[in-house]
């Protein structure tokens, strides 16, 4: 599989993961603890961090989906804006991206 084979695929898998967060993002997590709602945030964040490298390679640009993912819950009956789900999207972003890099190097 060549480069551009990987890089098309890559912008519908991470178009795709950006939906599905987006659709995720206006749920109720009623039944869900505390704690593990957190690393929810994470690993939700954390495959949508590895592949955006693949298409574009800036990690700010690729910090305003998880931001947007909990501050559409401002407007949302059931949902509210939490500082501590916004770190955890981030740093799921961060260590996804981060990874992606790696892979990226040395892959290409």
């Known amino acids: ?5 990987i890089l098309a695929r890559s912008n519908w898998l991470l178009l ?3 939906l599905l967060i987006a659709s995720f993002s206006t749920l109720s997590a009623g039944g869900v603890p505390g704690g593990c709602d957190r690393f929810i945030h994470l690993f939700t964040f954390l495959p949508y961090g590895f592949l955006f490298p693949f298409v ?17 819950q401002i407007g949302l009956p059931l949902k509210a804006f939490d500082l501590i789900d916004l770190g955890f999207n981030f ?8 990874i992606g890099l ?5 892959l290409f």
């Open 56 to 72: 574009v390679d800036d990690v700010l640009l690729s910090l305003g989906t998880p931001l947007y993912s909990e501050l559409v």
């Open 102 to 106: 790696e892979v990226k190097r040395r």
């Open 16 to 18: 795709g993961w950006m």
């Open 1 to 5: 599989m060549d480069f551009r084979t």
């Open 91 to 98: 740093a799921g972003t961060l260590l996804g991206f981060l």
